[in-house]
């Protein structure tokens, strides 16, 4: 168990999966002040189950940002 997001990625070999309600989660959980690419997680792959609606354009955001930090996002969502 570990208490931090920061825990989540120093724990992490490889992979992180991100399992919250909905976007705007998402954003805070990943982009967020102490969020998963606030921290060291080069290499590392962070996997999005989330419900997202279909028609939603601001996902290219995710790729954008994790390129730099070397990061890979994955996107295995529900429509809503």
Same mark, same amino acid.
Request: no cysteine; charged share 20%.
């Given at each position: 168990?570990?208490? #931090? ?6 724990? /992490? @070999?490889? /992979?992180m999966i991100s399992m919250v309600? @909905?976007? =705007?989660?998402n954003v805070d959980i990943i982009? !967020?002040? /102490? !969020?998963?690419? *606030?921290? %060291?997680? +080069? !290499?590392? #792959?962070?996997?999005? $189950? *989330?419900?997202? @609606?279909?028609? =939603? #354009? +601001?996902? *290219?955001?995710?790729? #954008?940002? *994790? =390129?730099? $930090?070397?990061? %890979?996002?994955h996107f295995m969502s529900w429509? !809503?």
């Open positions: 168990m570990v208490e #931090t997001l920061k825990e989540v990625t120093v724990q /992490a @070999d490889e /992979a309600r @909905d976007y =705007a989660q982009f !967020g002040r /102490a !969020g998963l690419l *606030s921290t %060291h997680t +080069k !290499g590392k #792959t962070i996997i999005v $189950m *989330s419900t997202f @609606d279909p028609n =939603a #354009t +601001k996902l *290219s955001r995710f790729s #954008t940002v *994790s =390129a730099p $930090m070397q990061s %890979h996002l429509g !809503g």
